[in-house]
């Protein structure tokens, strides 16, 4: 039995598409789990009429807690199949894709299988389809070395995963995108990680995806690229990895810091604060790993003092 996990709020627009691609899976035998986020919208009313018909999808609403990560903590206690696999409310799969999931799990043992990705971008754009590592769907990796392709996205992190594995490591609730971090630290826990066919199609033509707005919940995703750094430490990952990694994640930390200074004024004065410490909290992670020559960072690295003042003499 294989579980399906959505998180949804307000996805009304492309949520029959999605929840129909599941219905047409070749493989039978999976449970849908969705968790609405207290939604404005007609998306719990449609949920309810999908489930009347299949009762294979359960439908669960939830008080508003802003981001998958509360809906990841919200159904943990309910997914009862050995393995899960997580979707966005605006994502497809092919038809075939989780029996290539299921097959190539049975072929491998694997802790997890990674189908291939294609980017949709829709209006006439052509899409892209990633498969396995560099196009080779054969590899057989172990978690670490998953781990580190993941960090850059040589693999993507959309995988049919063993549920034992997600619920003895939930998704922190430290960020709007803590499940970027629990992605990768699900594949150090995993003996192997294999690849199949079969495509989960990746939508990119939604203007409403928390990943396509800017708003003071993104600024959170700074301290979840210093968990992940953090974790890679741990791991043992090679340091080349990490500095590159901890590279371009700080100059995502430097335009947060440049933005919470810019719009403070219209943030209540809680929330500003936490930014500001959550942002902290992040640079004494990334400092430690900068290597890029650009004035700017070369300086603000040096210590959390010249950061901020850096900043604040930038902007």
Same mark, same amino acid.
Not at 97 to 116: K, N
Not at 161 to 170: D, F, G, L, V, Y
Not at 257 to 266: C, G, I, N, S
């Given at each position: 039995?294989?579980?399906?996990?959505?998180p949804?709020?307000?996805?009304?627009?492309?949520?029959?598409?999605?929840?129909d691609?599941?219905?047409?899976?070749?493989?039978?035998?999976?449970?849908?789990?969705? /968790? *609405?986020? %207290?939604?404005?919208?007609?998306?719990?009313?449609?949920?309810?009429?999908?489930?009347?018909?299949? %009762?294979?999808?359960?439908?669960?609403q939830?008080?508003?807690?802003?981001?998958?990560?509360?809906?990841?903590?919200?159904?943990?206690?309910?997914?009862?199949?050995?393995?899960?696999?997580?979707?966005?409310?605006?994502?497809?799969?092919?038809?075939?894709?989780?029996?290539?999931?299921?097959?190539?799990?049975?072929?491998?043992?694997?802790?997890? /299988?990674?189908? !291939?990705?294609?980017?949709?971008?829709?209006?006439?754009?052509?899409?892209?389809?990633?498969?396995?590592v560099?196009?080779d769907? !054969?590899?057989?990796?172990?978690?670490?070395?998953?781990?580190? @392709?993941?960090?850059?996205?040589?693999?993507?992190?959309?995988? @049919?995963?063993?549920?034992?594995?997600?619920k003895?490591?939930? =998704?922190?609730?430290?960020?709007?995108?803590? *499940?970027?971090?629990?992605?990768?630290?699900?594949?150090?826990?995993?003996?192997? /990680?294999?690849?199949?066919?079969?495509?989960?199609?990746?939508?990119?033509?939604?203007?409403?995806?928390?990943?396509?707005?800017?708003?003071?919940?993104?600024?959170?995703?700074?301290?979840?690229?210093?968990?992940?750094?953090?974790?890679? /430490?741990?791991?043992?990952?090679?340091?080349?990895?990490?500095?590159?990694?901890?590279?371009?994640?700080?100059?995502?930390?430097?335009?947060?810091?440049?933005? +919470?200074?810019?719009?403070?004024?219209? +943030?209540?004065?809680?929330?500003?604060?936490?930014?500001?410490?959550?942002?902290?909290?992040?640079?004494?992670?990334?400092?430690?790993? =900068?290597?890029?020559?650009?004035?700017?960072?070369?300086?603000?690295?040096?210590?959390?003092?010249?950061?901020?003042?850096?900043?604040? @003499?930038?902007?």
């Amino acid at each position: 039995m294989i579980n399906i996990f959505i998180p949804t709020y307000n996805g009304e627009p492309f949520l029959s598409e999605t929840l129909d691609s599941i219905l047409s899976q070749s493989y039978r035998s999976w449970e849908l789990y969705c /968790v *609405d986020d %207290s939604s404005s919208d007609s998306t719990f009313s449609l949920l309810q009429s999908y489930a009347a018909k299949d %009762s294979r999808i359960k439908v669960f609403q939830k008080p508003n807690g802003g981001d998958a990560s509360h809906s990841w903590q919200y159904i943990l206690p309910h997914l009862t199949g050995e393995f899960t696999l997580y979707m966005s409310q605006d994502d497809l799969l092919k038809p075939d894709t989780l029996e290539h999931l299921v097959s190539r799990q049975q072929e491998t043992d694997a802790d997890a /299988v990674i189908p !291939s990705l294609t980017w949709y971008y829709g209006d006439g754009q052509p899409s892209k389809t990633d498969q396995g590592v560099h196009g080779d769907l !054969s590899p057989l990796l172990s978690g670490k070395e998953a781990f580190e @392709l993941m960090m850059d996205y040589s693999i993507p992190g959309f995988a @049919l995963w063993r549920t034992n594995i997600i619920k003895s490591n939930p =998704v922190p609730l430290t960020a709007f995108n803590s *499940d970027e971090y629990s992605q990768r630290d699900w594949c150090s826990h995993c003996r192997h /990680v294999a690849f199949s066919g079969g495509e989960y199609i990746y939508r990119q033509n939604n203007p409403n995806a928390i990943t396509h707005r800017f708003n003071n919940r993104r600024l959170e995703a700074s301290i979840t690229d210093a968990m992940v750094i953090q974790r890679a /430490v741990e791991l043992g990952i090679s340091e080349t990895t990490i500095v590159h990694y901890a590279n371009e994640r700080y100059k995502d930390l430097w335009f947060h810091a440049m933005w +919470l200074l810019q719009y403070r004024k219209e +943030l209540p004065y809680p929330r500003r604060q936490y930014l500001r410490e959550l942002l902290s909290r992040a640079f004494q992670t990334l400092h430690n790993y =900068v290597t890029l020559n650009q004035r700017k960072y070369r300086w603000s690295a040096h210590n959390l003092f010249l950061f901020w003042s850096v900043i604040r @003499l930038k902007w």
